[in-house]
């Protein structure tokens, strides 16, 4: 079993950055990789970037690409969405995902239970 928490959401004004962070704990975390999704009110969870846990490989949703940095700290078991030039549709409830490396909710077994970012303009 693997457990996520997500944390550092909050109100920022447009073009402000907030560093999103999830802490992954369980025995067999090294085997996932991690992915950011958000969801707007009214909307569908939608994709936003993905790093595989001990390779470093990353991939992003064009929608954040250029904006969004995603890293992890291997010592502190933690993934970080970096995110930067935030914009009011960024507003979102950010989830952070474990499992394969993937773009859609699919190729991940383990949610986190998501932190709010509101971006105001």
Known sequence: QVQLVE?????????GSLRLSCLV???T???YAVGWFRQAPGKEREFGA????SGGRTYYAD???????????????????QM??????????????AGGFGTTEHAYDFWGQGTQVTVSS
């Open 50 to 53: 993905v790093i595989t846990w």
């Open 29 to 31: 975390f090294s085997r």
């Open 63 to 81: 929608s954040v690409k250029g904006r969004f940095t995603i890293s992890r700290d291997n010592a502190k078991n933690t993934v970080y969405l």
């Open 25 to 27: 704990s369980g025995r």
């Open 7 to 15: 944390s550092g959401g909050g109100l920022v004004q447009a073009g």
């Open 84 to 97: 930067n030039i935030l914009k009011p549709e960024d507003t979102a409830v950010y989830y952070c995902a």
